[in-house]
Every structure is written in C-alpha cells, then in structure tokens.
C-alpha cells in the first residue's frame, strides 16, 4: 500500500506564496510521474501541474510563471511553489503520484486547502 500525504496549505494574501510538499510512503518500487491538482468549490478538479521522474515539467497555462513543480526523488516528495497567488485560486490541492511500471497504479493524497484571501 502506498499513502500520500499533502501539507503547506492555509490562509494567504493575495499576491502571496505558499509552498506545498506531497510525500509519498510505503510499497514504492519506483515512482514515475507525479502532479497537482486543485478543486475549486463548485469546480471540477483541474490539473496544475505534473513533473516525470527524469524532471521535465508541465503547467497548467493560469499558472506558468508564477507556479513551479520540484521533486526529490530521494525522499519521494514533489513540491508547488506558488507565487503571486490570486483569490481565484483558493481551492483544494491535491497530490497524485504514478507507482510501478506494468502495471502501473496512481494514488492521490486527501488534499490541502489553500485559501487566498486579504
């Protein structure tokens, strides 16, 4: 079994930042992709963004250059580095990570509320 945890979310400023940290845990033999999510009260989650295991990134348009994805692989974490934050984005994220290789199984985390608000 494998847990996913989230944390760094809570209450900022517009024009503020926040960094969240999503660690995953137990029978990992290899992890492969890893992203963000966020729901929005009444929304559909959406993906922000995503980073392979070799590092290359993607965003989702509303976030690029302001949002950055890290991971380390070492202690199986990925990181969002949110800056400029608007009131628009205050939402749920959420962590999914990609176990395995065939077959390949996905767990999410139970999310970490960010709210963006003066």
């Known amino acids: 079994q494998v847990q996913v945890v989230e944390s760094g979310g809570g209450l900022v400023q517009p024009g503020g930042s926040l960094r969240l940290s999503c660690a995953a845990s137990?029978?990992?033999?290899?992890?492969?992709?890893m992203y963000w999510y966020r729901q929005a009260p009444g929304k559909q989650r959406e993906l922000v963004a995503g980073?392979?295991?070799?590092?290359?990134?993607n965003y989702a348009d509303s976030v690029k250059g302001r949002f950055t994805i890290s991971r380390d692989n070492a202690k199986n974490t990925v990181y969002l580095q949110m800056n400029s934050l608007k009131p628009e984005e205050t939402a749920v994220y959420y962590c999914?990570?990609?176990?395995?290789?065939?077959?390949?199984?996905?767990?999410w985390g139970q999310g970490t509320q960010v709210t963006v608000s003066s």
């Open positions: 137990g029978s990992i033999s290899r992890i492969n992709d």
């Open positions: 980073i392979t295991s070799g590092g290359t990134t």
């Open positions: 999914k990570v990609i176990v395995g290789t065939s077959p390949q199984y996905q767990y």
